[in-house]
């Protein structure tokens, strides 16, 4: 069975920055995309960001040009670097992981992200 372990969130402030990271084990699993969700109470979880094996991105419209997903060499690591942040990016965040050749997907436990005006 796959693992996620999330470490950093928190509180911000606007226009400030923070950093979230995921790693799942074991390493070799085979996981092919992984990426950041976030959920607000009341409403569906949403992607924010992910990052295919291959290092393709893809991001939401509304954090374009302020967020940005990246991997570690070893590849079983993801990052998200969210920057000038705005209240309206106070949610839980969610790391997924994607295995394609199991046609599986698995979440980590959730961090929360507030960000004060």
């Known amino acids: 069975q796959v693992q996620l372990v999330e470490s950093g969130g928190g509180l911000g402030e606007a226009g400030g920055s923070l950093r979230l990271s995921c790693t799942y084990s074991?390493?070799?699993?085979?996981?092919?995309?992984m990426g950041w969700y976030y959920q607000v109470p009341g409403k569906q979880r949403e992607l924010v960001a992910e990052?295919?094996?291959?290092?393709?991105?893809n991001y939401a419209d509304s954090v374009k040009g302020r967020f940005a997903i990246s991997g570690n060499n070893a590849k079983d690591t993801v990052y998200l670097e969210m920057n000038t942040l705005k209240p309206e990016d106070t949610g839980v965040y969610y790391c997924?992981?994607?295995?394609?050749?199991?046609?599986?997907?698995?979440w980590g436990q959730g961090t929360q992200v507030t960000v004060a005006s």
């Open positions: 997924r992981a994607y295995s394609d050749f199991w046609k599986a997907e698995f």
């Open positions: 990052i295919a094996d291959g290092g393709m991105t």
């Open positions: 074991p390493r070799d699993f085979a996981i092919n995309i």
